[in-house]
């Protein structure tokens, strides 16, 4: 579904991550994203590569791009961190990306793994919680963007009231870190 008035857009859930690593295990902030998070952000690992749509596809390969600090915390800014094995909350996963230090879109994450879910297994309303990212398109404003998300949002209540009665949307600013 497109919005009149955003020109990119990109989703992700937050959650922290049990990460493993060779002095045991730590907690760390991570993002469930979808794929095109990182082109949004305008922002390169500064090692290896960021996701693929296929690695966001169910059943695809777990992979994970990390950030500077648990690079340098659990793998000691080894430069041949491309392709090792990191127990994410239990799974392993291939590490695929560094991202340059300071960089922490959104929020305070040092971890981000495909977001896949297979709509047909899901209920309504038994979704996580899901954030978007976008980018507002220069010809419109956050206050424009946010009157037609209240419109949709209105108009999803009416058709479904047992499970949007009272979730809305809006559009704010997000400071992002000196390295996007």
Not at 77 to 101: A, T
Request: overall charge negative; proline content about 3%; aromatic content about 8%.
């Amino acid at each position: 579904t497109s919005l009149k008035g955003i020109s990119e857009f990109s989703a992700y859930r937050e959650e922290n991550f049990n990460v493993s690593g060779r002095d045991g295990v730590r907690r760390y902030s991570g993002i469930f994203a979808e794929p095109n998070i990182f082109q949004l952000t305008r922002t390169k690992p500064i090692l290896g590569r960021v996701f693929t749509e296929l690695e966001y596809q169910v059943g695809a390969d777990n992979v994970a791009v990390i950030g500077f600090d648990l690079w340098q915390n659990l793998f000691a800014g080894d430069s041949k961190v491309i392709d090792q094995r990191l127990r994410v909350s239990g799974v392993s996963h291939r590490v695929i990306g560094v991202m340059p230090q300071g960089y922490c879109c959104p929020s305070t994450a040092e971890s981000w793994v495909p977001m896949r879910q297979d709509a047909t297994k899901l209920n309504r309303g038994d979704g996580e919680t899901v954030y978007g990212l976008a980018h507002i398109a220069e010809n419109s404003s956050s206050e424009e963007v946010n009157r037609k998300l209240d419109v949709i949002m209105q108009r999803i209540e009416e058709r479904l009231p047992k499970t949007n009665n009272g979730i809305g949307a809006f559009a704010d600013s997000l400071q992002m870190s000196s390295a996007a």
